[in-house]
């Protein structure tokens, strides 16, 4: 079993994109960066020397980031929502 099937997945759009099908949210792909970037960490913590796995990490960071500062700049409010949600610091 993976850590992110389907289901999961489906779980992370309804709670925070518009519905179930909504992938292209802004929120809905911070919360799911989100999700794999804690995953990813606690694998490192274990294998400290897997260095692709880490690579992957800092390119899920870049695209949080660069998601988070999107939604800045649409829209102020939303974004504090879900850093509130996530509970994300700036």
């Known amino acids: 079993m993976y ?3 389907s289901e999961k997945k489906k779980e992370f759009f309804k709670k925070h994109g518009k519905g179930a099908t909504d992938t292209g949210s802004p929120e809905a792909q911070i919360a799911m960066y989100s999700f794999r970037i804690t995953h990813l960490t606690a694998h490192l913590k274990n294998n400290k020397k897997d260095y692709n796995t ?3 990490l800092i390119a899920l960071v ?3 980031r660069n998601a988070l500062d ?4 649409k829209d102020i409010t ?4 879900i850093v509130k949600e996530l509970g994300l610091r700036h």
């Open 3 to 5: 850590y992110l099937d």
């Open 54 to 56: 880490q690579r992957s």
């Open 62 to 64: 870049a695209k949080r």
């Open 70 to 73: 999107y939604l800045t700049k």
């Open 78 to 81: 939303r974004y504090r929502e």
